[in-house]
């Protein structure tokens, strides 16, 4: 799992990289790699909650980048990828310790599901991308109330879902 | 970045920030649509009472009794005190319905009781990316009770016995084994107890007299203030008065004494005078559990609250004795009408075999011994059974030592 986290933030670093190269934007193209360096030695440490720092720095870096409007796909790859890599390292903690063989099905079903989902979002943005749509002051105003109600909704359905009940089992027995 | 998106005014950051909600929704509906799995979960020990340098093998099995499959990421609690010599505490992968899959791996544990409470880890969506930390709980208790040697021969004198007979010489005449001295003959006086040669001699008729043997109380004190006690190496002097406590514990429990446990400086740990198995049991319970302590409220010797103690009984006190206040209290504790045997643990020859050799080290350490000396001699002017033991040998060796020192003394 740490390999599969790393390999997400090794292809954002290269990707924002690489845009930012191809753009000439000194200040992301020197940012990204050190970024990634930090999160990539965190998720070797197995930090863990500590690379969010970096997810959100990573994050704003790539729309810093992507607001010189010279292409997004790169900077989507990037993002998309920060984001994948994040869960990927916060996934590998819980998986710390356990025997390769234990563990190599769980990974699989895992990195299936985080590919799929990153093509899905990839794909997400390309679309977006394809609609063009006249801003004016009611349109950004309803965009930004809707953002705002969504990720509302978003921050708090998603608080159960990451966190650690510590709650009874269904079913235990105690046996000596 | 939505925000960033609108702010600039440029859609295609707005729409970067897409595959966040995105990734937010898949995960909020995986953990949703994934109902907490039900799981049964057991924990065996070959052995759930262990001898310390010992081992135990633990088995625990997890069972899906769920609908569906499920994917789970478990590994057992394993105390602090305790390390697993071979084989997996840790469990993850796909369980099929009604499935069980089992783990053993086996431990060594320090002295104690070593509690393990739960199984911790995560079930984990089977599809999507939801993680649910779990704490599936299961208290079993492993003892790793203290290592005793088997003693021989420790010579007490109790003020006080029972009425039941047992294997402590009274030095009153009865029946038992031991002749204590010889009489002329009475009236009703067992003819089986002539003594024929000394009848023969004084013309008279003689008979031997015969030392009672009775069962008592035995009460050990252990000296548990933490100033009392060092660590060199991996050897702690706690550890092997613990042992010696419990060695000395189990030869009066097989003389069908009755014996009772004190652990002096944590709190007061008091197990009440018993005969019998379950007693050594009780008495190795107390010792597994039994720590050094820097409690104030116990920091000196003379408040060890002799009340508990039945009067006239035989006290074992194992005790260093680190002040001359303390060196007081076994002379106090005869003048209650105790008797007492204190178990002197010298932790000397230990010390000396890490300290570097020099003329100032040989002379402090030759006064360090003379005023143990000192100490103990006029102990055992008072009237205290004093076993000097070098804690680098067998508490056996001491007492052996002790006993031939003690003739050497009445020739």
Redesign the interface.
């Known amino acids: 799992m740490t390999l599969l986290a790393t390999l997400f933030v090794l292809t954002a670093g290269l990707t924002l990289f690489s845009h930012a190269a191809v753009i000439g934007a000194i200040g992301p193209g020197v940012l990204a790699p050190l970024v990634v360096s930090g999160s990539w030695i965190l998720i070797g440490l197995r930090a863990g909650p500590r690379t969010t720092a970096f997810l959100v720095g990573f994050v704003a870096i790539t729309a810093v980048t992507a607001s010189s409007g010279s292409g997004f796909l790169l900077p989507a790859i990037a993002l998309i990828s920060a984001l994948h890599g994040w869960d990927a390292s916060l996934a590998a903690i819980r998986l710390r310790g356990f025997s390769r063989s234990d563990r190599l099905p769980i990974i699989v079903r895992y990195a299936a599901s985080s590919v799929t989902l990153a093509v899905l979002g990839l794909g997400l943005v390309g679309i977006a991308s394809s609609i063009r749509v006249r801003f004016s002051f009611g349109i950004a105003v309803g965009l930004a109330l809707g953002f705002f109600a969504l990720s509302t909704a978003v921050g708090l359905l998603s608080r159960p879902a990451r966190r650690s009940p510590m709650a009874p089992p269904t079913s235990s027995e105690e046996t000596e | 970045?939505?925000?960033?998106?609108?702010l600039?005014?440029?859609?295609?950051?707005?729409?970067?920030?897409?595959?966040?909600?995105?990734?937010?929704?898949?995960?909020?509906v995986?953990?949703t649509l994934h109902q907490?799995?039900?799981?049964?979960?057991?924990?065996?020990?070959s052995s759930?009472r262990i001898h310390k340098d010992e081992q135990a093998d633990v088995t625990f099995s997890v069972t899906n009794?769920?609908p569906r499959e499920t994917?789970i990421?478990l590994?057992d609690d394993i105390p602090q005190a305790v390390t697993v010599v071979s084989g997996?505490a840790?469990?993850?992968?796909?369980l099929r319905v009604g499935q069980t899959e089992r783990r053993t791996y086996t431990l060594a544990a320090e002295r104690g009781g070593h509690e393990q409470r739960q199984l911790i880890?995560?079930f984990?969506a089977?599809?999507?990316?939801?993680?649910?930390?779990?704490?599936?709980?299961?208290?079993?208790?492993l003892s790793s009770l203290p290592v005793y040697e088997s003693m021989r021969d420790i010579e007490i004198r109790p003020r006080r016995f029972h009425a039941y007979a047992g294997a402590v010489k009274t030095r009153q005449a009865g029946s038992g084994l031991e002749i204590l001295g010889c009489r002329e003959y009475a009236l009703g006086d067992d003819v089986r107890r002539i003594n024929w040669r000394a009848s023969a001699r004084r013309d008279d008729l003689i008979i031997n007299l015969f030392e009672q043997e009775r069962m008592t109380d035995v009460n050990v004190i252990v000296d548990a203030r933490a100033h009392m006690h060092l660590q060199i190496g991996e050897v702690k002097t706690f550890d092997l008065v613990v042992r010696g406590a419990a060695s000395v514990a189990s030869y009066f429990l097989r003389q069908s004494n009755r014996v009772g446990l004190m652990i002096y400086g944590e709190a007061l740990t008091w197990t009440y005078p018993a005969a019998g198995r379950l007693q050594m049991e009780r008495v190795l319970h107390t010792l597994a559990l039994a720590r050094p302590s820097t409690r104030l409220a116990f920091g000196k010797l003379r408040h060890i609250p002799t009340r508990l103690f039945a009067t006239g009984s035989q006290l074992v006190v194992f005790s260093t004795l680190g002040s001359p206040e303390d060196a007081e209290v076994p002379s106090q504790l005869v003048a209650r009408g105790y008797s007492v045997l204190l178990v002197y643990p010298n932790s000397k020859d230990l010390e000396r075999s890490v300290l570097p050799t020099s003329p100032n080290g040989d002379l402090a350490e030759r006064l360090v011994r003379l005023a143990q000396h000192a100490t103990l001699s006029q102990l055992a002017r008072v009237g205290i059974h004093v076993v000097d033991w070098n804690v680098t040998e067998p508490l056996s060796v001491a007492f052996h030592h002790a006993r031939a020192t003690q003739r050497g003394f009445r020739r």
């Open positions: 970045m939505a925000l960033f998106g609108l600039q005014r440029q859609g295609d950051v707005l729409g970067m920030s897409l595959p966040l909600f995105l990734f937010s929704a898949a995960l909020i995986s953990d907490p799995p039900r799981i049964r979960v057991s924990r065996t020990f759930s009794d769920g994917a990421s590994q997996d840790t469990l993850a992968g796909r880890g995560a984990w089977p599809w999507g990316l939801a993680v649910r930390d779990v704490a599936l709980r299961m208290e079993t208790r």
